[in-house]
């Protein structure tokens, strides 16, 4: 199996199963003496972590992060520095329940990727998805923060503002207010709101999507390149790569269609410091693939997990038909511990655009 890597110049690796020994990453091309510890890395880890609320995966697993390599002592500062090599980190698995899975060895549940990685690959590792898992994207978290440590001027920040059918209000959005509930929710009275509605579908041992916002602030002008480069194209592909996420949109998005060309135009005018300053921010940030110097704005849907106790209709491997319910611990919406990883992304793709910007830099 290819394609287990994702950037240019900062790339990242990540190798591992859901219930295998342990998942991992390297990251290459980090510049070196970036002062980064295990510590600050496992802080976002611990956003993401699974069983830390009754509406996400009750698999108890600490996401204990180690650092295998490309760290040493400054000679200066005495901090633990980066060294220009490539990172190693690894996370042990602890908590592994494989024989939840057992029923399922021969039969692909539906919506799940059974089907398609036993056909693509002959084999598959039916034990929580293998490495089509969620647990996976543990990694990209880690891989994320020393991410944010390339470029630690630019503020990223992720948010819950849809599940299922219910949106926020956005007049009430408080960035303060994503780190008071469970669900990363801007919107304290939606997020009320939620907690009913959520409950009652783990309940019922079903599931239900989300639309996720990450908004990267303090993003320079100039990153970017207007052909096969672009930023919006390689925030969509890392959003994409998500797992779950069916759909992922730019600014405006899909609503862009619905205005006007005076509507939709992000007017300008020429700031106290000699920097344009736009009327509006429809485009999220990104004019014809390079950052604008507004706050470069991403949403993307994520399905309902497919894991739910109602019994759905599918077929075996030798193509019997029968009906497959899952057992095991599934989050009755994966689109709250996809927040982390959003960020994430977003900060891996700025941190390798922004190693691409001065690499194209004269003088």
Known sequence: MSHNSFGHLFRVTTWGESHGPA??????????????????????????????????????????????????????????????????????????????????AERYRPGHADYTYDEKYGIRDYRGGGRSSARETAMRVAAGAIARKVVPDIIIRGALVQMGPH?????????????????????KEAASLWADYLEDIRKKGSSIGAVIEVVASNVPAGLGAPIYAKLDQDLASAMMSINAVKGVEIGNGFEAACLTGEENADEM??????????????????????????????????????????????????????????????????????????????ACVLADHTLLHRAQQGG
């Not at 956003?47 to 992060?65: A, L, M, N």
């Not at 060294?83 to 057992?102: A, E, F, V």
């Not at 926020?168 to 207010?177: F, L, Q």
């Open 269 to 346: 005018r020429m700031g106290p410091d000699g920097k344009p300053v736009f009327g509006s921010n429809n485009a999220g940030g990104v004019l014809g693939g390079i950052s604008s110097g507004e706050d470069v704005v991403v949403r993307f849907a994520v399905k309902p997990t497919s894991s739910i106790l109602t019994p759905r209709r599918s077929i075996t491997r030798s193509g019997e038909e029968v009906d497959v319910m899952t057992k095991g611990r599934h989050d009755p919406c994966v689109g709250i511990r996809a927040i982390p990883v959003g960020e994430a992304m977003m």
């Open 167 to 187: 949106k926020i209000n956005r007049a009430n959005w408080d960035w303060n207010e994503v780190n008071n509930n469970p669900f990363f929710c801007p919107d």
């Open 23 to 104: 998942i991992g990453c390297v990251v290459d091309g980090c510049p070196s003496r970036i002062a980064i510890t295990a510590e600050e890395i496992q802080k976002d880890l611990d956003r993401r972590r699974p069983g830390q609320s009754k509406f996400t995966t009750q698999r108890r697993e600490p996401d204990q992060i180690s650092i295998l390599s490309g760290v040493f002592e400054d000679p200066e500062t005495g901090d633990q520095v980066t060294t220009g090599t490539s990172i190693g980190l690894m996370i042990q698995n602890t908590d592994q329940r494989s024989k939840d899975y057992g029923d399922i």
